[in-house]
């Protein structure tokens, strides 16, 4: 087993300054710190997907999917728009959903949640999230969901104060740390 911390990537479906998913994320990666290094990855330099640049990508794409190779795991947080997941967030996976058969995607272990103003807390918009990445092919953590209402409430000064709500996630995150060791166990016993 590798010594190296696990590498964790936060990706947030929302570009607002003042974002309540992006607030959570940045919480999650401070509370994570002792257990794997997190970094958030903004999407605000993603273009809009063209499948013409599948095997060209612009610069930022290649980061982005770089990025996501490079990461043991990754965390998608995402807001509802009208009961789906934010435009921003779906063009991004469509770019890290190619090339096809090799998407740095495919095969990744990924761990989901929503949070959004509503009682609702964007879980809608995280089922839609869910079935894309199954159409990916990602390796999506099966567990109670992250919704999490109220975000206004639960988020001061781009932070989340709520400490319920940071320990079920918590726990959300070590589970898929599980799932990543058990994957490279599993990879270590093949190769
Ligand atoms: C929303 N919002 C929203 N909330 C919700 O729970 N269900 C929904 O369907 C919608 N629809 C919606 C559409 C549009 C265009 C906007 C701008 C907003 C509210 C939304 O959840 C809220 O703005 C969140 O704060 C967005 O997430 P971030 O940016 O805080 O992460």
């Given at each position: 087993m590798s010594t190296q911390p696990l590498r964790l990537l936060g990706i947030s479906g929302s570009l607002r300054a003042g974002s309540f998913n992006t607030a959570i994320l940045h919480s999650l990666a401070e509370a994570v710190d002792q257990e794997a290094k997190m970094l958030v990855y903004p999407l605000n330099d993603i273009p809009l997907y063209n499948s013409?640049?599948?095997?060209?990508?612009p610069a930022a794409v290649q980061d982005f999917r770089q990025a996501i190779a490079y990461a043991d795991g990754i965390i998608l947080a995402t807001p509802e728009y009208n009961y789906g997941m934010s435009g921003v967030l779906k063009n991004a996976l469509d770019w890290a959903s190619?090339?096809?058969?090799?998407?740095?995607?495919?095969g990744k272990p990924t761990l989901t949640l929503s949070s959004s103003p509503?009682?609702?807390?964007g879980v809608r918009a995280q089922a839609q999230l869910t079935e894309t990445l199954m159409g990916i092919g990602a390796y999506i953590t099966i567990r109670p969901q992250i919704v999490i209402s109220s975000a206004h409430e639960r988020v001061k000064d781009g932070r989340l104060v709520d400490t319920d709500t940071l320990d079920f996630m918590l726990e959300a995150v070590r589970h898929l740390i599980a799932n990543i060791e058990e994957r490279q166990d599993n990879l270590a016993k093949v190769a």
């Open positions: 013409d640049h599948d095997h060209t990508p190619r090339p096809y058969g090799s998407a740095s995607l495919k509503a009682a609702t807390g």
